[in-house]
């Protein structure tokens, strides 16, 4: 199959992981990179071999078939609309954009240029969350009734080195985590039809204790703990938590509840782990996995799913509309804590189609 070129805009700490990754796809090509810093896109550009360049010649390049948007939450909806109006395909780290009405102008544009739009995270089509997604399709543990989603710890100024932009506006870990979350119960159990929640921040500061920034105060803008209930159009009714107040907890990431038995899903934020079920009556019996993409990092996955599609003419999994979904969905979680009602969620989608099971090369079907 021809290449298709890449061109990223956005050199932070997450591009390295995706530069790597994408060297498992051999569809994908990464022509350049970009930053408004410029001694960023060029330090990134000279460690992997990768020509930096400035947005503006990126866009004009004929050869850069998507943009591959890594900017900050704040970011992402200027970037991806320069893009699209520039003809370029698009794919964004998430969230989609920081609102609904932001999110909307992109499917809008993306939709009214006849170009794909494609959004992390991409998780979900690693072996470990493909083989849940096989399991449940064929009734292992009987119809899903119920379940629970947790990630909980005490923030990310631990580590990161510039953490102030997860607690502004984007930002926060239901818009940080929350994606990984929601983005793998839609492609297990369908689309959300309504959502309960309440919100809490305790601290209107916090000191940044990783370095460079160490003893640093940062402003907190939003809900930093995020918690209540996802109603699924199937029925199934799943408990969620998000924070970045929890200093330590012994729930699993995933949990889903079936009227013949229960599964434990892996951490959504990777694309490995251990899938395990137990019958009514029985004990946990961990599974074999059904698919690939499980032992190591392929956080380019969704991006080269989207370029197969763009040259085979077939829809990509990680798209615009389940972006948008899952980006409505958690922005209910803060309208329903505000307003004390159950929000009803107005869009839908369809799940995403299943991988081959037994695929694991860098070609996808």
Known sequence: MEKVGIGIIGCGVISAAYIKASRNFPILELRGVADMRTEAAEKRGAEFGIEAMRI??????????????????????DVDL??????????SEKPLGVNLVEAKKVVDL?????????????????????TARTLLDAGAIGKPVA?????????HERWHPAPGFYYLRGGGPMLDMGPYYITDLVQLL???ASVMGSTARPREQRMITSEPLKGTMMPVEVATHVAGMLEFRSGAVISIAMSFDVPKHRHTPIEIYGDKGAMLVPD?????????????GGEWEAKP?????????????????????????????????????????????QKSSDEGRRVEIESTVERPAPLAAGQSGGNLE
């Not at 320069?82 to 794919?91: I, M, Q, S």
């Not at 379940?147 to 923030?155: D, H, L, Q």
């Not at 040259?311 to 948008?324: D, E, I, S, V, Y």
């Open 56 to 77: 503006d010649a990126m866009l004009k390049r004929d050869d850069i078939d998507i943009v591959l948007n890594l900017t900050v939450p704040l970011a992402h909806t």
């Open 82 to 91: 320069v893009a699209l109006k520039a003809g370029k395909h698009v794919y």
């Open 110 to 130: 993306a939709n009214e240029k006849g170009l794909r739009l494609g959004c992390a995270p991409d998780t979900f089509l690693g072996g470990g969350h493909q």
């Open 147 to 155: 379940g629970s989603a947790f990630f909980m710890c005490p923030g």
């Open 190 to 192: 369908g689309p959300v």
């Open 268 to 280: 959504p934020n990777r694309f490995g782990g251990e899938v395990s079920v137990a019958l009514t």
């Open 289 to 333: 996995l059904t698919h690939g993409y499980s032992e190591g990092e392929f956080r380019s996955i969704g991006l080269a799913d989207m370029a197969t599609g763009l040259r085979k003419r077939r829809p990509h999994r990680a798209n615009g509309a389940l972006a948008f979904h899952v980006l409505e969905v958690m922005e209910a979680f």
